[in-house]
């Protein structure tokens, strides 16, 4: 099978976004190309100029029922064994397609890979923010120095105390036992870990920055911590983890770094 039948960019797009030009741009630049599909629930026509300049392909569904739906309705029209969930607000460095080929072809065993990434805000990359840091203390507890892990004690421990794995830069096996829930506006990718980490299949970490994650005021994670459904979700999830007082406990300094979103 050549690379672009083994892995596909999934974008979900919603509406008009004014950086979709420059998510799509950063895929079609890879080194290694893959097969870019826009999927959208809310088609509009800029998105699908965009998507035919960049050679894309480009599917509509509907109706919209909200995001997870829509992540699962891209990845079920992808085809391939493997799917990046490309955020339309995000860029991926030249590099992001060589690296998660070379770890598809030698890690035979793995159901999740994914690379470090910087944060993308007003034009400006951000390395070490508070909560960066954060995420990659929990994954040098979790991994010990390795870039696998096998075993389900130490992927649970990877997810125990939030989700340190970015979501855009994970490039994972398609499997129809597993899809997003729609329980949840903001943490499906969180949840989908969590499953994930239940079942056989190694996480892989690639350990180099290959993509850019973009803030901005009209982003769903933002929406999610100024409405507070965030916080909500989090509790929720640490739940199935803990025992619920801790749990509690846990979910404190969540809300204390989720400040750091915007500024830093």
């Known amino acids: 099978m050549n690379a672009e039948c083994t892995h596909t960019y999934v974008v979900p797009a919603y509406g008009h976004s004014p950086y979709?030009?420059?998510?799509l741009q950063s895929l079609a630049a890879q080194r290694q190309p893959s097969k870019i599909l826009i999927a959208t629930s809310t088609p509009h026509p800029e998105s699908r100029a965009i998507a035919t300049h960049f050679g894309a392909d480009y599917f509509e569904h509907g109706p919209n029922q909200g995001m997870s739906h829509d992540w699962n309705q891209g990845v079920e029209a992808a085809g391939s064994?493997?799917?990046t969930l490309a955020h339309q607000d995000d860029v991926y460095l030249p590099d992001y397609g060589t690296a998660v080929h070379a770890a598809i072809r030698k890690q035979q065993g793995a159901?999740?890979?994914?690379?470090?990434?910087?944060?993308?805000l007003e034009g400006r990359v951000?390395?070490?923010?508070?909560?960066?840091?954060?995420?990659q203390a929990l994954l040098q507890m979790a991994f010990l120095g390795r870039n696998s892990i096998a075993d389900r004690f130490s992927k649970l421990n990877c997810l125990r105390f939030g989700s340190p794995i970015p979501c855009p830069s994970v490039c994972f096996r398609r499997d129809p036992d597993l899809n997003f829930s729609d329980q949840f506006k903001v943490n499906m990718d969180w949840q989908a870990w969590v499953d994930r980490a239940q079942r056989p299949g190694s996480f892989v970490w690639i350990r180099q920055e290959l993509?850019?994650?973009?803030?901005?005021?009209s982003s769903e994670t933002t929406a999610g911590i100024q409405l507070g459904y965030r916080s909500q979700e989090d509790l929720t999830l640490l739940r199935q983890l803990w025992p619920g007082p801790i749990a509690s406990l846990i979910?404190?300094?969540?809300?204390?770094?989720?400040?750091?979103?915007n500024t830093e």
């Open 211 to 217: 993509m850019h994650h973009r803030l901005h005021e």
């Open 111 to 120: 159901s999740l890979i994914f690379t470090d990434y910087a944060e993308l």
């Open 20 to 23: 979709l030009a420059a998510c």
């Open 81 to 83: 064994p493997w799917v």
């Open 251 to 261: 979910a404190i300094p969540f809300k204390l770094a989720y400040t750091n979103n």
């Open 126 to 135: 951000r390395r070490h923010t508070t909560l960066l840091n954060i995420k």
